[in-house]
């Protein structure tokens, strides 16, 4: 392969290639996604909308995203569905579980006010990402500025209160999960406190 032309299409090929495969998008009609390629630059008429096209890329990352960490989601699920069994165990509206440890008698929060916290977050495994506890100093927030779970729990919770969280992923960090230590579709577990409403 000599020609520059050649051998800088080769190199763009196979960027693209390595790039798309890194991502998960394997077992695509490469005819269909030459015919692109020469449609877009040749300026021909496309065979699909933009809005089409943004509709199957996301169908496709979807699928890839559920097929890398569908045992994580599947294990959530399950964990879920045999906890909500557990007579202690309560389930509101959204499918978040939470099992009351200790009765407090305070007052309870909006999701306006800032709380104070002592928490311990784990994964189903047992695996600790996250404790105020371990560090010794408690966490103020905002309500509002915690994870769906957090807020949907703590304005039913009073100051002095204890409970355990049981947070579906939809209700945490969803698809994406957070840094390395949440992945992505993780059912999460939390002991939280409410120390005081602020």
Same mark, same amino acid.
């Given at each position: 392969?000599?020609?520059?032309?050649?051998?800088?299409?080769?190199?763009?090929?196979?960027?693209?290639?390595?790039?798309?495969?890194?991502?998960?998008?394997?077992?695509?009609?490469?005819?269909?996604?030459?015919?692109?390629?020469?449609?877009?630059?040749?300026?021909?008429?496309?065979?699909?909308?933009?809005?089409?096209?943004?509709?199957?890329?996301?169908?496709?990352?979807?699928?890839?995203?559920?097929?890398?960490?569908?045992?994580?989601?599947?294990?959530?699920?399950?964990?879920?569905?045999?906890?909500?069994?557990?007579?202690?165990? /309560?389930?509101?509206?959204?499918? *978040?579980? !939470?099992?009351?440890?200790?009765? =407090?008698?305070?007052?309870? #929060?909006?999701? +306006?006010?800032?709380?104070?916290?002592?928490?311990?977050?784990?994964?189903?495994?047992?695996?600790?990402?996250?404790?105020?506890?371990?560090?010794?100093?408690?966490?103020?927030?905002?309500?509002?500025?915690?994870?769906?779970?957090?807020?949907?729990?703590?304005?039913?919770?009073?100051?002095?209160?204890?409970?355990? /969280?049981?947070?579906?992923?939809? *209700?945490? !960090?969803?698809?994406?999960?957070? =840094?390395?230590?949440?992945? #992505?579709?993780? +059912?999460?577990?939390?002991?939280?406190?409410?120390?005081?409403?602020?």
């Amino acid at each position: 392969m000599t020609e520059e032309k050649e051998r800088l299409g080769y190199a763009l090929g196979l960027n693209i290639a390595k790039n798309l495969k890194e991502q998960g998008f394997e077992g695509f009609d490469l005819t269909a996604f030459t015919a692109a390629m020469d449609d877009y630059f040749a300026t021909k008429e496309l065979k699909m909308s933009v809005p089409e096209v943004n509709e199957a890329l996301q169908n496709a990352m979807a699928r890839i995203q559920a097929e890398k960490h569908g045992p994580v989601l599947e294990e959530g699920k399950k964990f879920l569905e045999e906890n909500a069994k557990r007579e202690e165990v /309560l389930v509101t509206e959204s499918g *978040l579980q !939470y099992r009351v440890m200790k009765e =407090g008698s305070g007052k309870s #929060p909006s999701p +306006t006010d800032q709380v104070t916290t002592h928490y311990h977050g784990k994964l189903i495994d047992g695996k600790v990402f996250d404790s105020s506890v371990n560090r010794g100093t408690p966490a103020t927030f905002p309500v509002n500025g915690v994870i769906q779970g957090w807020q949907e729990a703590l304005p039913m919770m009073k100051e002095g209160d204890k409970w355990e /969280l049981f947070i579906p992923y939809d *209700l945490a !960090y969803g698809e994406n999960g957070a =840094g390395g230590a949440i992945p #992505p579709f993780a +059912t999460l577990i939390f002991e939280v406190e409410l120390i005081s409403v602020n």
